[in-house]
C-alpha cells in the first residue's frame, strides 16, 4: 500500500510545486540587446550630433565592441568608446550632476544596464547608418544592432537586426554538448545491461563506457578553445572576466565534464563502483548547472534560479536521452550482427530504454516550454527572426526523434498491438529507423548549439507592451494652480514641453516668472530637463530631449515672485521611436507559455501516476518470475563472445535444455 500511495501522491506534489513556481518566475534579461540610442532609430536632426548614446540592456566588453557610421561615400569607425553607468545614478542627477559621466568601471553588476557613449565626427547634410558589434560582458554572446537617423532629411528606421552566429563558436559549442550527452547516455546504457550479464551486452556497454570518456575528454578540451575563441581581442579585459563570475561558472561546467569522464573511466575499468556513482551525479549536477549558467537563465541583472534549475533540467533530461537513443542506436546494430540472440538482446535492452526515456521526454517538454517564455518574446519573434526559426526546427528535429522512438516502443512492446500486427512485429528489432532516430537527436543537438551561440528572440520591437496606451497630455493641481503639461512627439530624441499654468485664486497673487520641466526614470536617473519660455498664447514651452523609451517621472516647477516654487510631479510614458508593427502578432506569449507548461506538467504527472499504477500492479503478479525485458533472452549463454554456440544445440539433441518463453533454446550447465 505504501508504493502506491507514493506513486499517486507524489507526482501530485511535483506537479503543485511545479506550478507555484513556474508561476512565480520573473522575466530575467538573457542577451545584451539594444534598449533606444540617442539619435532614435528613424529620427531626424535639425544639425550634426556630437555624441552617440546607446543604451544597452546589459554591460558588454569594449574589447569586442566596434561601431561603424556610414552614409553616402562617408565610413566613420568610432574611436573612444567608452561605457557608463546609468542604473543607479539618481543621486548625482538630481544634484545637477550628470549621471552619464559616471565611468563604467564604478558599475556593481557587469549584468547592470549601460549606455555605450561614443564621440561622433561632424556629420553633412543625409542619412546615416549606424552598426553595432559587440559581445556580453556576462555569457560572452555576440549582439548586433542597427539604426538609422537623418540630418535635414527623411530617413525609415532600421529597425531590429541580429547578429549572426559565428560558424566556429556553434561547432565548437556542439562539441561540448555532444561529450555531455554521451557522458550522461553512456551511464544510462550501463544502468539498462546491468541486469542482463551477458558477454555481448556487457561487451557494447563498456565501449560505451571508453566512447563517453573520450567525449567528456574532448568536450572539456573544446570549451577551452571556445573560450578562448570567445576572450580574443579583449587582452587583460579578457582575464578580468576569466577572474570574475564568467569564470566560475566556466569552471563549474569544466568540473562537471571531468567528473562524468573519470566516472565513464571507473565503470569501464570496473572500479569503486559508488565512486563512479557519486563522481556520475556529482558531475551531472556541476556540468549541467554550469551550461545553465553560461547560458541565457544566467543573464540579467539578478540570477533567476527558477530560470537557472529549469535550464539544468532541461539539458540533463535533452543530454540523457539523445546520448542514450545515439549510443543505443549503436549498440543496437552490434547486436544484430550476432544471430536471433543479439537481436533478443537488442529488443530487451531498447524496451528498457523506454521508461527512462519517457520521464527525459516529460521534463524536457515541460522545462522547454518554461524556458521559451524568456527567449520567445511574442509569435511575430517566432516567425521573423533567425533565432526563433532555428527555435523550430530544433523542435522539429526532436519531434521526429520523438515520434520514431514512440514507433520502436510500439514495436518493441507486442502487447500495445493487436491481432496481426501483434504477431508481425514481436520479433522484429529496429535498425535503420534507429540510426534515423540518432542522426535527427543529432540534428536537434547542433541547432540547439546553434541557438546558444544566437541572439534570443527578445527586445522592444518584437513585443507590444501590453499596458493601456498613454495620453501625453496630463492636468493636474499643485497647491493653488493647475497645470496642464503636453510633450510632443513624445519619443526619444528631441522633444518640446507645452505647459499651461492658470491660478486658482483670484485675484492672482504673483505673476508667473519662469517654467521648468525635468524627465527622471524611475530610478531616479535625470533623462532631461529644460527652462521654458513664454509663448504668445500664455503657454510656456520648454525643449526636452528624451534620452530613452519606458515608464518616467515627469516634474514640472514653477517659480513665481514673492511665492515659493510649486512643484508637480505625474507619471510619464515616453513611447518608443518607432512603434513595431504586427506581422501576425506582437502581444506577450510569456504568460501563454507559463499556462500551457502547467498544463503539460499536470497531464503528464497523471499519466506517470496511471503508468506507476500499472507497473506496480503487474509486478505485484510476477514478483517470482523473471524479467520481462530479458524473458526472450537465452539464460544460459551469458558468458559467451558469440551467440553461435547457443543457437547450435536443440532441444531434442540436448536432453538437459529447456527451451523458454520465446522458444529459444536455453543449453544445460
Same mark, same amino acid.
Given at each position: ?9 507524489v ?14 518566475a ?20 535639425d ?19 566596434s ?5 553616402g ?21 538630481k544634484d ?36 553595432l ?19 535635414q ?19 565548437l ?29 556487457v ?33 587583460s579585459?579578457?582575464?578580468d572576466?576569466?577572474?570574475?563570475a ?10 562537471g565534464?571531468?567528473?562524468?569522464g ?37 543573464a ?11 535550464t ?13 537513443a545515439?549510443?543505443l542506436?549503436?549498440?543496437?546494430l ?6 536471433v540472440? !543479439?537481436? +533478443? %538482446? =537488442?529488443? #530487451?535492452? &531498447?524496451?528498457?530504454?523506454?521508461? @527512462? $526515456?519517457?520521464a527525459?521526454?516529460? /521534463? ?7 524556458l521559451?517564455s ?5 509569435v ?5 527572426t533567425?533565432?526563433g ?12 526523434a ?15 498491438l493487436?491481432?496481426?500486427?501483434r ?18 537527436? !543529432?540534428? +536537434? %543537438? =547542433?541547432l #540547439?548549439? &546553434?541557438?546558444?551561440?544566437g541572439? @534570443? $528572440?527578445v527586445?522592444?520591437?518584437? /513585443? ?31 522633444n ?7 491660478s ?12 521648468t ?22 503657454q ?22 514673492? /511665492? ?13 521611436a ?7 502578432s ?5 504568460g ?21 499504477l ?23 549463454a ?20 529447456q ?8 543449453p544445460?550447465r
Amino acid at each position: 500500500m505504501i508504493p502506491l500511495l507514493r506513486r499517486a501522491v507524489v507526482p501530485a506534489v511535483v506537479v503543485a510545486l511545479a506550478m507555484a513556481v513556474f508561476a512565480g518566475a520573473g522575466p530575467a534579461s538573457a542577451h545584451a540587446f539594444l534598449v533606444s540610442s540617442n539619435p532614435a532609430d528613424g529620427q531626424v536632426l535639425d544639425s550634426s550630433p556630437t555624441v552617440l548614446r546607446m543604451r544597452l540592456s546589459e554591460s558588454v566588453l569594449l574589447g569586442s565592441t566596434s561601431v561603424t557610421v556610414v552614409g553616402g561615400s562617408v565610413r566613420h569607425e568610432l574611436t573612444g568608446l567608452r561605457l557608463v553607468e546609468t542604473a543607479d545614478g539618481g543621486a548625482a542627477a538630481k544634484d545637477g550632476a550628470d549621471p552619464l559621466t559616471r565611468p563604467r568601471a564604478a558599475a556593481s553588476s557587469d549584468e547592470a544596464p549601460v549606455e555605450l557613449v561614443a564621440p561622433l565626427p561632424a556629420l553633412g547634410r543625409g542619412s546615416y547608418r549606424v552598426s553595432l558589434e559587440t559581445v556580453s560582458a556576462d555569457d560572452l554572446h555576440r549582439t548586433a544592432a542597427v539604426l538609422v537617423f537623418g540630418i535635414q532629411q527623411q530617413v525609415s528606421a532600421a529597425g531590429r537586426q541580429e547578429a549572426a552566429p559565428r560558424v566556429d563558436e556553434a561547432l565548437l559549442r556542439w562539441v561540448v554538448l555532444a561529450g555531455l550527452c554521451l557522458g550522461l547516455g553512456a551511464a544510462l546504457v550501463r544502468r539498462l545491461a546491468t541486469p542482463a550479464r551477458h558477454g555481448s551486452v556487457v561487451r557494447v556497454a563498456r565501449a560505451c563506457d571508453q566512447v563517453a570518456a573520450a567525449a567528456c575528454a574532448v568536450a572539456a578540451l573544446t570549451a577551452v578553445g571556445l573560450l578562448a575563441v570567445q576572450l580574443s581581442g579583449e587582452g587583460s579585459a579578457g582575464l578580468d572576466t576569466l577572474f570574475g563570475a564568467y569564470g566560475a561558472r566556466w569552471l563549474t561546467r569544466e568540473t562537471g565534464l571531468l567528473l562524468i569522464g573519470a566516472a565513464a573511466v571507473l565503470r569501464w575499468r570496473r572500479l569503486a563502483p559508488r565512486t563512479a556513482r557519486l563522481a556520475l551525479a556529482s558531475g551531472a549536477v556541476l556540468a549541467t548547472a554550469g551550461e545553465a549558467l553560461l547560458g541565457h537563465a544566467g543573464a540579467g541583472v539578478t540570477t533567476s534560479w527558477v530560470r537557472v534549475a529549469a535550464t539544468a533540467l532541461h539539458v540533463g533530461a535533452a543530454a540523457t536521452w539523445a546520448g542514450a537513443a545515439v549510443l543505443l542506436a549503436g549498440c543496437a546494430l552490434v547486436l544484430r550482427r550476432e544471430g536471433v540472440p !543479439g537481436r +533478443a %538482446l =537488442a529488443r #530487451a535492452l &531498447l524496451r528498457r530504454f523506454g521508461v @527512462p $526515456a519517457a520521464a527525459c521526454v516529460s /521534463v524536457m517538454v515541460v522545462t522547454g516550454v518554461v524556458l521559451a517564455s524568456s527567449v520567445v518574446a511574442s509569435v511575430d519573434a517566432l516567425l521573423v527572426t533567425d533565432y526563433g526559426r532555428v527555435l523550430l526546427l530544433k523542435v522539429a528535429a526532436a519531434a521526429v526523434a520523438l515520434a520514431l522512438g514512440l514507433a520502436h516502443t510500439r514495436s518493441l512492446h507486442p502487447r500495445l498491438l493487436v491481432g496481426r500486427r501483434r504477431a508481425a512485429t514481436a520479433a522484429v528489432t529496429p535498425g535503420r529507423s534507429l540510426v534515423v532516430e540518432g542522426v535527427a537527436a !543529432g540534428a +536537434a %543537438l =547542433a541547432l #540547439a548549439a &546553434l541557438l546558444a551561440a544566437g541572439q @534570443p $528572440a527578445v527586445g522592444p520591437a518584437l /513585443v507590444a507592451d501590453p499596458a493601456a496606451p498613454f495620453d501625453p497630455t496630463v492636468s493636474a493641481f499643485a497647491d493653488d494652480l493647475q497645470e496642464q503639461l503636453s510633450i510632443q512627439p513624445n519619443r526619444p530624441g528631441p522633444n518640446v514641453a507645452v505647459i499651461t499654468v492658470s491660478s486658482t485664486r483670484r485675484p492672482d497673487p504673483a505673476p508667473v516668472t519662469g517654467v521648468t520641466v525635468a524627465v527622471y526614470s524611475k530610478n531616479g536617473g535625470l533623462r532631461s530637463a529644460g527652462t521654458g519660455e513664454r509663448s504668445a498664447l500664455g503657454q510656456w514651452s520648454v525643449p526636452v530631449t528624451m534620452t530613452e523609451a519606458g515608464a518616467a517621472d515627469a516634474v514640472v516647477t514653477v517659480t513665481r515672485v514673492g /511665492v515659493p516654487p510649486t512643484e508637480l510631479a505625474v507619471d510619464w510614458v515616453v513611447a518608443q521611436a518607432v512603434p513595431p508593427r504586427a506581422v501576425l502578432s506582437l502581444a506577450p506569449l510569456r504568460g501563454w507559455l507559463l499556462a500551457v507548461a502547467c498544463v503539460l506538467a499536470a497531464l503528464l504527472a497523471s499519466a506517470w501516476s496511471v503508468a506507476g499504477l500499472r507497473r506496480w500492479r503487474g509486478r505485484s503478479r510476477r514478483r517470482t518470475g523473471p524479467a520481462v525485458e530479458w524473458s526472450e533472452v537465452p539464460a544460459g549463454a551469458r558468458a559467451t563472445r558469440t551467440w553461435a554456440a547457443a543457437t547450435a544445440l536443440a532441444p531434442d539433441q540436448d536432453p538437459g535444455a529447456q527451451p523458454d518463453r520465446s522458444g529459444l533454446p536455453v543449453p544445460s550447465r
